[in-house]
């Protein structure tokens, strides 16, 4: 299989100018989506890697595409920042292009939003070759097309990221976990909804169906307990706090809940939409984010459900259809012809 | 039938207005340096209205610009002569507020603060506050991805707008993005935020709600000199604190401000406003970190709000400054730019000299959390020359702002007002890839034609290297 692995963003250049097909790959934990089709070349990003510039103090850094998130990490944790959308799949080794092409957020997306809420700037090389920067490297900046928002969940569809600024933030000081069993689905979904409607700065609440709600605080640890008590009064149990709170999530983000289901998938959801969800025949999963987001494992007949009931997913692994349902022709397929006409990129 | 009499034909009469003393209302935006007379203004009150209007004009050639309240201060919604302006003020529905989901379907043409308004029952609230929110636009907000007090902790509008249903330039109707905070493929909704109206007109908006905080600590600190409160600003985010807002004020800003509402700000050289919001045992403790921290950075008065109207007596000035400047001078340009936090000293110094080189006044209020600068440059239009001196030392401050490694506009968006200063902040590589995806959207170059790419930037050596 032919491959590519440019160490600098001009050799990215040539790559793309070189080879009629390719795929984008940094470390290759989406297989369903750096996999390389029929005459492709697969470019491996993994060796344009590098932290760039980081400012503690501006809550700001920039880094190379191929990038793992963990070596950005534990950068940030020297500061004692974090990236709060909490990318998944960190421990196995994701990097950031590949974080920001599958569009993903981890579970402690819920305290400050996603990763479109974190991604500040971008420079790429085009489908012709030509390297293009948007947004910039402050938190705030509103000058022309926002070119670094249109590269979340793109799948590589519109340029190769070469490199990336994200804005972070100061890391909890403490964390406190609670695990609360509520019976049923119904129960749950109730608790889930009137938590979700509270301002109580969850940084995570996940529900594992069918019936438990998983929570986690961060804050001070002088205010923790009494958040924690409060919590438990809202909720009317008692629950289990989770002691390897740490571990725990890291497990939970790394989606080691899929381990040993053969295809592993994406799905936006809301709870409003859960009942149906759970109608379907989905192995195991988790819903993050107050029930916006599902990660499940599901066989070829799951994904046959999903796909038979309009919902629209992501395939991370297991499958060579990655994406459903096909972006707008209107709007993406013109964007789509502006900067990549000759189709060398995924996605059409 | 000419493009006129099509036009006339799709709206209910008076609808449609051609005649000069109805048209001169919509001859500017708030950027009233600039003005234009459009051929004629439209009043849609339905998506379809909206759309039969961008399809006629696609079919005639017609240049359009959709605008709201009229609010930008960059000449965003400036007409384009010979075109036609789409005013959407009258597209004014919530559509749809459903607590549960969290979210608020709106026409374009709905007042920023009335979907807070609207959701306050719920205790949930819509997060970006631009200063004009009790006026603005959400299908403006969404054109120019404002901003406001509040973006360092929770962004701009692009996080906040979920889902888009949008028309584009050839008149075809498309929705971008959905109704969970989650979506899957290209974030086209997104992309579409900040796009200053170039590749289409929104039609409906979903947004994000949030719930409302549940407590606030605003503390109010009065410094010396602008050095010492940028300095405090830095002191406040190495403590790891994250405060949903950090403002500051000079001494001709806090003087207007006063003239104007009376806010009862100590005397001083500068103000800076912090505010923490969230648990209330969250926002005790960090409390508690913050009086330290302010205690440490030599403050010469301190106040803490004691009550909510003590709250809104702080914020009644920083939020009125702006109008307020109109005060002090007979006219005034708003500028926006942007620089790192940690040289936000070294731009205010920069400003400072260059007033004195202008020979103009300059206020300064600004966003410090997001090193978001709104320097007021003061002038008088009927003296010869000022306006010009006025707007040179306007655009020496954005060239200064690119300079240090920020951006050319935080909020206030570029317009046709800031449209030549983008060759200073992008590649002509940048700029090209804009003009393309603008050119695909956009073949006739109908909407809002104009404004954010500078005329001239296609290289025809560039242009050639790539057949």
């Not at chain 2, 631009?130 to 360092?152: E, R």
Request: glycine share 12%.
């Amino acid at each position: 299989m032919a491959e590519v692995r440019p160490t600098s963003p001009l050799e990215v250049q040539e790559a793309v100018r070189l080879h009629p097909r390719l795929r984008p790959k940094g470390a290759g934990t989406k297989p369903a989506l750096s996999a390389p089709r029929e005459g492709e070349v697969v470019l491996d990003l993994s060796g344009l890697r590098g932290l760039l510039q980081y400012e503690p103090e501006e809550f700001v850094f920039t880094a190379y595409a191929g990038t793992p998130v963990k070596e950005v990490e534990e950068a940030l944790r020297a500061h004692g920042q974090y990236l709060p959308f909490h990318p998944p799949l960190a421990g196995r080794g994701a990097t950031l292009g590949g974080t920001v092409a599958a569009g993903l957020s981890g579970p402690m997306r819920e305290r400050f939003g996603g990763l479109r809420d974190f991604l500040l700037g971008v420079r790429f090389v085009d489908g012709e070759g030509r390297l293009v920067r948007g947004g910039g490297q402050v938190v705030k900046n509103a000058a022309g097309f926002p070119f670094h928002r249109l590269m979340v969940g793109s799948l590589g569809a519109f340029g190769i990221m070469v490199e990336l600024s994200f804005k972070v933030f100061p890391y909890p000081r403490a964390t406190r976990t609670l695990r609360v069993a509520l019976g049923n689905l119904a129960g749950a979904l109730a608790a889930l909804e009137r938590l979700r409607g509270l301002p109580l700065d969850l940084l995570a609440l996940d529900l594992i169906p069918p019936a438990t709600l998983e929570i986690r605080l961060g804050g001070f640890p002088e205010s923790l307990e009494g958040r924690l008590k409060r919590l438990r009064e809202l909720l009317g149990r008692e629950g289990e706090a989770l002691l390897e709170d740490e571990a725990h999530w890291e497990g939970v983000r790394d989606l080691s809940f899929l381990e040993g289901s053969p295809i592993w998938v994406k799905v936006p959801s809301t709870p409003a939409r859960i009942p149906a969800l759970e109608g379907l025949p989905l192995g195991p999963r988790r819903y993050l984010s107050g029930g916006e987001l599902l990660y499940a494992g599901v066989d070829p007949e799951g994904l046959r459900a999903l796909r038979g009931a309009g919902l629209p997913h992501l395939v991370l692994k297991g499958a060579e259809e990655a994406l459903f349902p096909p972006p707008p022709p209107a709007f993406f397929g013109k964007v789509k012809a502006a900067l990549d006409p000759r189709g060398r990129l995924p996605l059409g | 039938m000419g493009f006129l009499e099509e036009l006339k034909a799709l709206f209910p009469p008076g609808r449609v207005l051609t005649r000069e003393a109805a048209l001169a209302p919509y001859e500017s935006d708030a950027l009233t340096a600039y003005r234009r007379r459009p051929l004629a203004v439209v009043l849609p009150e339905r998506k379809k209205e909206v759309v039969e209007a961008v399809r006629l004009c696609h079919r005639h050639g017609v240049p359009f610009v959709a605008r709201g309240s009229g609010t930008s201060l960059s000449g965003g919604s400036l007409p384009v002569e010979g075109g036609i302006v789409l005013a959407l003020n009258r597209m004014n529905r919530i559509l749809r507020l459903d607590p549960r989901a969290k979210i608020a379907v709106v026409e374009p043409g709905v007042v920023n603060l009335e979907v807070s308004r609207q959701a306050a029952p719920y205790g949930l609230y819509y997060a970006p506050d631009p200063s004009s929110q009790p006026i603005s636009t959400l299908g403006g907000n969404v054109a120019f991805n404002s901003g406001g007090a509040h973006c360092l902790k929770y962004g701009m509008t692009a996080g906040h707008v979920l889902g888009l249903e949008v028309v584009t330039p050839t008149g075809e109707v498309v929705r971008l993005g959905g109704e969970s905070l989650e979506g899957v493929g290209p974030d086209l909704a997104g992309f579409f935020v900040g796009t200053e109206g170039l590749l289409g007109v929104a039609l409906e908006i979903t947004l994000r709600l949030l719930p409302r905080p549940e407590a606030y600590h605003t503390l109010l600190a009065a410094y010396g000199s602008l050095e010492a409160a940028g300095n405090a600003v830095s002191q406040v985010i190495r403590s790891g604190l994250l405060p949903g807002a950090m403002e500051i004020m000079d001494r001709l800003a806090i003087e207007a401000a006063e003239a104007a509402v009376g806010a009862g700000y100590p005397q001083a050289e500068v103000l800076l406003i912090v505010e923490l919001e969230g648990p209330k045992e969250e926002v005790e403790e960090e409390a508690k970190l913050l009086a330290q921290v302010i205690e440490e950075s030599g403050a010469l008065e301190v106040r803490i709000a004691q009550s909510e109207a003590e709250r809104q007596a702080i914020w009644k000035g920083r939020k009125a400054a702006f109008s307020a400047v109109g005060r002090l001078s007979p006219d005034y340009i708003v500028q926006d730019g942007v620089v790192p936090r940690s040289r936000l000293g070294e731009a205010l110094k920069e400003i400072g000299r260059l007033s004195q080189e202008y020979g103009l006044r300059v206020a300064n209020v600004f966003h410090a959390g997001d090193g978001n600068l709104h320097p007021l440059v003061l002038y008088d239009g009927k003296k010869p020359g000022e306006l010009e001196r006025a707007e040179e030392l306007a655009g020496e401050i954005l060239r200064l702002c690119v300079r240090l490694g920020g951006s050319l506009t935080g909020e206030h968006g570029i317009g046709v007002e800031k449209k030549a200063y983008m060759p200073e902040m992008f590649a002509p590589e940048d700029l090209l890839a804009m003009e393309r995806v603008k050119e695909a959207l956009d073949p006739r170059g109908l909407a809002n034609r104009g404004k954010v790419l500078p005329e001239g930037v296609v290289d025809p050596r560039l242009e050639g290297a790539h057949g």
